[in-house]
């Protein structure tokens, strides 16, 4: 059973940045995507950004709401994937999510972490 950690969110005045971090466990694939999601107030969830690993070498696609201010990254000896949010606007709060697939991107993901929020004040 693969477990999922986000952790690193809270309250932040616009301008400013957070770095969440998804530290998982459970798994054994050397292959794997790993996305970052968000749901603000009365909006539909949307991804942010996601990861895909193979042997150890990881390619990243952040979708086009956030290019330029986020990045991800990860940490393969921690297990642990990373969310830098720079630039942060007042539309960017939300519980942001981390999920995980056994497989490349683009099939879904079956895990899904508890969720971190973060607050951007204007």
């Known amino acids: 059973q693969v477990q999922l950690v986000e952790s690193g969110g809270g309250s932040v005045q616009a301008g400013g940045s957070l770095r969440l971090s998804c530290t998982a466990s459970?798994?054994?694939?050397?292959?794997?995507?790993m996305g970052w999601f968000r749901q603000g107030p009365g909006k539909e969830r949307e991804g942010v950004a996601r990861?895909?690993?193979?042997?150890?070498?990881?390619?990243?696609y952040v979708f086009d709401s956030v290019k330029g201010r986020f990045t991800i990254s990860q940490d393969n000896a921690k297990k642990t994937v990373y969310l830098q949010m720079n630039s942060l606007n007042p539309e960017d709060t939300a519980v942001y999510y981390c999920?995980?697939?056994?497989?490349?991107?683009?099939?879904?993901?079956?895990?899904w972490g508890q969720g971190t929020k973060v607050t951007v004040s204007s």
């Open positions: 999920a995980y697939y056994g497989g490349p991107c683009g099939s879904g993901y079956p895990y």
């Open positions: 459970g798994y054994t694939n050397r292959r794997y995507c």
């Open positions: 990861i895909y690993t193979f042997s150890g070498i990881g390619s990243t």
